[in-house]
Nanobody, 120 residues
Framework: QLVESGGGLVQAGGSLRLSCAASGRTFSRYSMGWFRQAPGKERESVAT????????YYADSVKGRFTISRDNAKSMVYLQMNSVKPEDTAVYYC???????????????WGQGTQVTVSS
């Protein structure tokens, strides 16, 4: 089970930290990712982190602004969002997969999502 928290309303230029609590599986052996879906748009990968080497991937649109991290001891994954923009507005999902894929279509386990709204 994956449960996201930390979403909300934030002004452009501000910061937000999303958290994802994992339970029920040994998620330390899963790659974890944050994905988002804006109204009328396809779901997209935001950031992923592998369980093997801790390698990270970021979408070009968030590079330098967002940081993904994980705490395996606490079964937590985080997304630190800085310098947010109105185009970051979306429902953000946490997901897990046993592969090292960065493609959301490959992820098997999903949370319910948390809304992030960035006002201009």
């Amino acid at each position: 089970q994956l449960v996201e928290s930390g979403g909300g309303l934030v002004q452009a230029g501000g910061s937000l930290r999303l958290s994802c609590a994992a339970s029920g599986r040994t998620f330390s052996r899963y790659s974890m990712g944050w994905f988002r879906q804006a109204p009328g748009k396809e779901r997209e990968s935001v950031a992923t982190i592998t369980w093997t080497t801790g390698s990270t991937y970021y979408a070009d649109s968030v590079k330098g602004r967002f940081t993904i991290s994980r705490d395996n001891a606490k079964s937590m994954v985080y997304l630190q969002m800085n310098s947010v923009k109105p185009e970051d507005t979306a429902v953000y999902y946490c997901a897990a997969d046993s592969s090292t894929s960065t493609n959301y279509e490959d992820y098997d386990y999903w949370g319910q999502g948390t809304q992030v709204t960035v006002s201009s």
